[in-house]
T-cell receptor
């Protein structure tokens, strides 16, 4: 049973600081990961995708993947109040097998303090 | 707007009634997924389609739930004899079938069973 684990939070970060969100996974075969942002009452929206070890940067967001340690993280620089949301880590299917489906963590609630 | 639409956006029903939800995926996507999400939890996989074929159905899904995708385009999710525990957000997502596929979510249908 593949699992994706996240701390549910809430994680409170002062405005302008760096928010660090972490996710661990159980399936060593997982090759790639998504980070989704979900505002209260809304559906998830994709913000980052990473499949290589190391860092991937997109604007204020940096995703970090460490396959040896089986964790993936999301850093948000210069945090803004609009970043307050739940962040979901997800491991997508690895192929077209019947058992392959995206696995979501429960999400971490992030609260940016003005 | 991701290009995935769902209808209705909200549904209130009495226990025991049947409800049907519709999802229109991004037109070139051949995979379509249904999820259920309750407060404080990540999306819970229900079922998915590759074109018109239903490839997997979660064991958590009771026989009261059925989904169809008759022409490989839009999909419907029906819940028969609704129960209060069915109250949740029902999310639809679509993707292509490339190795690193991204799922794009619709706005969801919020169901409240009284």
């Amino acid at each position: 049973q593949k699992e994706v684990e996240q701390n549910s939070g809430p994680l409170s970060v002062p405005e302008g600081a760096i928010a660090s969100l972490n996710c661990t996974y159980s399936d060593r075969g997982s090759q790639s990961f998504f980070w989704y942002r979900q505002y209260s009452g809304k559906s998830p929206e994709l913000i980052m995708f990473i499949y290589s070890n190391g860092d991937k940067e997109d604007g204020r967001f940096t995703a970090q993947l460490n396959k040896a340690s089986q964790y993936v993280s999301l850093l948000i620089r210069d945090s803004q109040p609009s970043d307050s949301a739940t962040y979901l880590c997800a491991a997508p299917p690895r192929g077209m097998n019947r058992d392959d489906k995206i696995i979501f963590g429960k999400g971490t609630r992030l609260h940016i303090l003005p | 707007d991701t290009g995935v639409s769902q209808d209705p956006r909200h549904k209130i029903t009495k226990r025991g009634q049947n409800v049907t939800f519709r999802c229109d995926p991004i037109s070139e996507h051949n995979r379509l997924y249904w999820y259920r999400q309750t407060l404080g939890q990540g999306p819970e996989f229900l079922t998915y389609f590759q074109n018109e074929a239903q490839l997997e159905k979660s064991r958590l899904l009771s026989d009261r739930f059925s989904a169809e995708r008759p022409k490989g385009s839009f999909s419907t999710l029906e819940i028969q004899r609704t129960e209060q525990g069915d109250s949740a957000m029902y999310l639809c997502a679509s993707s292509g079938t490339s190795e690193q596929e991204t799922q794009y979510f619709g706005p969801g249908t919020r169901l409240l069973v009284l």
